[in-house]
């Protein structure tokens, strides 16, 4: 069975990526999601706080004059802990790349186009196979217009881009007005690789106490629909390979996301749910899927679903909603037991 890939310009032995969490910052469980059989991994991001925060920490160290009071040295600000910051990153780069053979690809979170970007470099440096980029950004300033938006993803992408050579992916937001559109413009400002899509933490409300609560909800396969609409747009219409990711948590999505064309599939709730194990446990069942329908190599599915490759590629328009609309049946409310249960 061919299960190889290909994925930001890598070669891979299956499409199964574990994206980035607190599961790929260690090594013991990197090692562990590689014995199960993940083709990547994508370490957990190093964001532009915390470059900042080490930044300002050193200009303070270095503002300080030779006449300075040894005592004031105890107001400084503490240097990085050993668990987090560039310099831990870099580290846990560098014994990645050493603890597991297959590639190790660094992320980096930011907002905005600046000092931290250079750390791209040093990733790379620390022996990076790819750089994943993830803009998480809230436009909560209500001056703010989408145009803005766009932009800052593609003034961060190209400076990264002219920071290094390794491949690029960019985790996209699901609610740019033109979804497709922002890909080719990602695209053509240098991402090899369009990772779909990012899941941005949403908060609830406790009413009771009147809290905004806290707490990070982990995923679940209902939560494929939305990438699987985009990735069947975008398949075969992307120089850019495609990720899925959001919602895996068994076989069936892996095997759904491929139908439609993405290059490789990512998971990371179904790791925290299930432990690293579990990679091993899609990965057999996305064997069995091919083998009980006599398809050798992945290449003989991927995309096959695609808006590009249905007979009917309104299937993923207006004119399916439209269908879907006028067919709709609305439950039976007429007993009071329905009425109930349906309540
Ligand atoms: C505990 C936790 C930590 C995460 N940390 C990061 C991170 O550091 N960087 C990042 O880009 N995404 C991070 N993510 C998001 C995941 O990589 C992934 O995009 C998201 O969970 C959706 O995929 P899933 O449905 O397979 O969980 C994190 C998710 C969780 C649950």
Known sequence: MDLTTRYMGLDLKNPLVASASPLTGELDSLKRIEDAGAAAVVLPSLFQEEIEAETARYEHLTSVHDD???????????????????????????????????????????????????????????????????????????????????????????????????????????????????????????????????????????????????????????????????????????????????????????????????????????LLRKGPAHMATLLAGLRAWLEAREFTSLQHVRGIMSQRSLRDPQAYERANYLKILQGYRPPDLSTPGRRSAAV
Do not use: C
């Open 68 to 270: 300075s009071w040894p005592e004031g040295l105890s107001n400084f600000p503490k240097l990085p802990d050993a668990k987090h910051g560039p310099h831990h990153y870099l580290e846990l780069v560098r014994r990645a790349r050493q603890a597991v053979g297959v590639p190790v690809i660094a992320s980096l979170n930011g907002i905005s186009n600046e000092g931290w970007i250079s750390y791209a470099r040093q990733l790379q440096e620390a022996g990076a196979n790819g750089l994943e980029l993830n803009v998480y950004f809230i436009p909560a300033d209500l001056a703010t217009t989408g145009r803005d938006v766009e932009q800052r993803y593609l003034d961060i992408l190209r400076s990264v881009r002219a920071a290094v050579s390794i491949p690029i992916a960019i985790k996209l937001s699901p609610y740019f007005s033109s979804v497709g559109n922002m890909a080719l413009a990602l695209q053509e400002a240098g991402a090899d690789a369009l990772v779909l899509f990012n899941r941005f933490y949403q908060p609830d409300l406790d009413p009771t106490r009147l809290q905004v609560l806290t707490d990070l909800k982990l995923s679940g396969p209902d939560e494929i629909r939305l990438p699987l609409l985009w990735l069947a747009v975008l398949s075969g219409r992307t120089k850019a390979s495609l990720a899925a990711s959001t919602g895996v948590t068994g076989a069936e999505e892996v095997v759904k996301y491929l139908l439609v064309g993405a290059d490789v599939v990512m998971t990371t709730s179904s």
